[in-house]
């Protein structure tokens, strides 16, 4: 008698998402019978493979021994599956990518409804985040993050020129306020933070100059976990603010925003699109990486 790995794939999932409730969204059933599946599972396998709280689930021992062994397989089998599509008239199927917003909205985005009106039958999951994560591990088909941040064992596809950051002020936030010569004078003005949702700490502002790198904690008025609001908050003269050059280059034309320590920030590797070397590139997958990939003028 075969076995039906239906359930094992259910507690992979749920494993995974460190949820039952994300995990039950994902497989499209109910959080009530996922948790029946697994438990059924536990009982014909004789052993407890979750560990269960009121906010939290983790997996045991043999949890993590079932997850490590089969987890990796079954995403061979779905890359193999998705593989068939080459046999296909029309491209389709489902691309999941991991991107940080910047980079979803100022690059992705541009791109990508032109690629969706040309390719109805793929559908495109774009999930903005700021943390770096396992893309493998967890399910996705690529990342999008500054080249000098992404895995030297990846495939990396460049998708945007070179990637700047620069701090900038609104005009009446200088008003009786001396401009700051070096990155440590920003520790006598007031500065808006960017907090990283997932794991809560602030993002450092970085600088180089005559192969000098330098990281600074700044300290402000206002913290957000999206550059918008820091956009916003720096135009209103509330402090300064560390953003992507391509953000705030018209309100710089402007006049409404005033670039300082310009040369301590030199470029950095764009945006980069990466996928493991070993990933069975699907005719929509290989459309889509190059809809994405950057072209210089």
């Known amino acids: ?35 029946q599946t697994v438990r059924a599972l536990e009982t014909r396998l004789g052993v407890r493979l979750l560990s269960r709280t009121t906010r939290s689930v983790t997996p045991t021992v043999a949890g993590e021994r079932l997850l490590s062994k089969l987890g990796p397989r079954f995403h ?41 009106h040309e390719y109805p039958d793929i559908v495109v999951e ?7 994560i396992d893309i493998v591990a967890e399910r996705f088909d690529a990342g999008v993050r500054l080249g000098d941040q992404v895995a030297k064992d990846m495939v990396a596809v460049r998708i945007s020129p070179d990637h700047r950051f620069t701090v900038v002020g609104a005009p009446s936030y200088f008003d009786g306020r001396a401009y700051p010569l070096t990155p440590k004078d920003l520790t006598q003005h007031r500065c808006i933070n960017l907090r990283y949702p997932t794991h809560g700490g602030m993002m450092p502002w970085e600088f180089e100059k005559d192969g000098q790198a330098l990281t600074v904690q700044v300290e402000g008025p206002c913290i957000f976990n999206l550059s918008p609001m820091i956009l916003q908050a720096a135009l209103a003269g509330h402090g300064l603010a560390y953003l992507p050059e391509s953000v705030v280059r018209e309100d710089l034309a402007a006049g409404r925003l ?8 030199p470029p950095s590797p764009g945006y980069h699109l990466y996928y493991p070397s070993h990933r069975l590139a699907s005719p929509a997958f290989a459309l889509f990486v190059e809809a994405m990939r950057y072209r210089q003028p």
Do not use: C, Y
């Open 1 to 35: 008698m075969r076995e039906n790995f239906n359930d094992i794939f259910a507690f992979l999932i749920v494993a995974r998402e460190g949820s039952f409730t994300k995990a039950a969204a994902q497989l499209g059933v109910s959080q009530s019978a996922l948790s």
């Open 76 to 116: 061979e089998i779905e890359s193999e599956l998705a593989g068939l599509s080459v046999l296909r008239d029309k491209p389709a199927g489902t691309i999941r990518i991991s991107s940080s917003f910047h980079a979803a909205e100022a690059v992705i985005w541009p791109r990508l409804t032109g690629f969706l």
């Open 126 to 132: 774009v999930n903005v985040e700021h943390r770096l």
């Open 258 to 265: 005033v670039r300082v320590l310009d040369d301590w920030l």
